[in-house]
């Protein structure tokens, strides 16, 4: 599905997908998520915030930066990957899965070592986005974005490939 990396699992007939969440994961594990999701959304410290996002399984490399408000997945944030150096900006939404009546879906998510991810953007599950790229804010990434190129809108698109002087490309 347009390049996204999805496990899908079937809701039973008669019942919508998000009535299956306890199959989907321990509760208990929701909560602590949850919990540990929602006090890095507001700590000032940023070694705080990514100590609390690393303690819920998330992978954060060296350097990440996470903007207030940035919301994770708090049903498998372990499918989450940060690399090296990238930025998560304010009040942007990574997920990792999705309830849909008749399935949900999960995938992982990795931020590629230099992006940049502006503020107010959503990325769904099963996305890549490139390194060294920017996403502009307020996109909705619901597919694949190459490295070193511009992104954005609803749904992203690449605008333009950025370029780097000393690589010359």
Known sequence: MYGRRLTSFPAPSGKNSMWLWTRAKNPLR?????LLISFARYVPSLTLRIWLLRATGMRVAPNVGVGMLA????????????EENC???YNAT?????????????????????????????VLAGVRVGPNTIVSAASLVNRDLPPNVLAGGVP?????????PATGN
């Open 71 to 82: 919301m994770f997945d708090f049903f498998f944030p372990e499918l989450i990957t940060l």
């Open 30 to 34: 929701v909560i602590y998520n949850f």
């Open 156 to 164: 992203a698109r690449v605008i333009r490939r950025r370029m780097f």
């Open 94 to 122: 990574i997920l990792c899965h999705e309830f849909l009546p008749e399935e949900y879906r999960i995938g992982p998510v990795v931020i590629g070592k230099n992006a940049l991810i502006s503020a107010n953007t959503t």
């Open 87 to 89: 930025l998560i900006g």
